[in-house]
């Protein structure tokens, strides 16, 4: 198993701001998973990150909304950029074991006023 | 036709009954089928995994894939207040298949009571 770890916990951000959101994994993994879930809305993946390489955007997502860093092998951040009342949601990061597992960090609660 | 539906609900049922929580899908080219669960501010935590159709059982918790009728179910015999969650259904296809990707259900808020 995989202990993950979330900063900021909750944020409550004005219109057009960035906000940097931080993930922690206890152990060493090669992709973490960033994931959005708004409120009544399925959870949605929006990139995965692999170290030392670009991430891999979803449709619907773009890098110059939410860049992502990498830096190591435990650590990942996701930012959303010039945000807008729709980015207010609760964001994720993953990591995987194979195709059935997937731990989830506790999330970070998003309100962009 | 979204790839997965579920029941948003909320759903409240009393003490130790048995509760089944359902989900169909489109995709025929789905083989994963998982059942995750998230308590009130937490991330999801993958409950149950099945692989293509049957039955998967691990104590109160019985997993089954129809795929058949594209069809899945969560049954919690003996219910618990503590089971009080959303339950999340999630599938996929086959690693490196454009369908790899894991699909979630919208989640079905579950209310025990005491």
């Known amino acids: 198993s995989a202990v993950i770890s979330q900063k900021p916990s909750r944020d409550i951000c004005q219109r057009g701001t960035s906000l940097t959101i931080q993930c922690q994994v206890d152990?060493?993994?090669?992709?973490m998973f960033w994931y959005r879930q708004q409120p009544g809305q399925s959870l949605t993946l929006i990139a995965t990150?692999?170290?030392?390489?670009?991430?891999?955007?979803e449709s619907g997502f773009v890098i110059d909304k939410f860049p992502i860093s990498r830096p190591n092998l435990t650590f990942s951040t996701l930012t959303v950029s010039n945000m807008s009342p729709e980015d207010s949601s609760i964001y994720l990061c993953s990591v995987g074991s194979g195709r059935e597992t997937q731990y989830f960090g506790p999330g970070t609660r998003l309100l962009v006023l | 036709q979204k790839e997965v539906e579920q029941d948003p609900g909320p759903l409240s049922v009393p003490e130790g009954a048995i509760v089944s929580l359902n989900c169909t899908y489109s995709n025929s080219a789905f083989q994963y089928f998982m059942w995750y669960r998230q308590y009130s501010r937490k991330g999801p935590e993958l409950l149950m995994y099945?692989?293509?159709?049957g039955n998967k059982e691990d104590g109160r918790f019985t997993a089954q894939v129809d795929k058949s009728s594209k069809y899945i179910s969560l049954f919690i015999r003996d219910s618990q207040p503590s089971d009080s969650a959303t339950y999340l259904c999630a599938m996929s296809g086959p690693l490196g298949n454009r369908d790899d990707k894991i699909i979630f259900g919208k989640g079905t808020r579950l209310h025990i009571l005491p």
């Open positions: 990150a692999n170290q030392g390489s670009e991430a891999t955007y």
């Open positions: 152990s060493q993994v090669t992709m």
């Open positions: 099945t692989y293509s159709s």
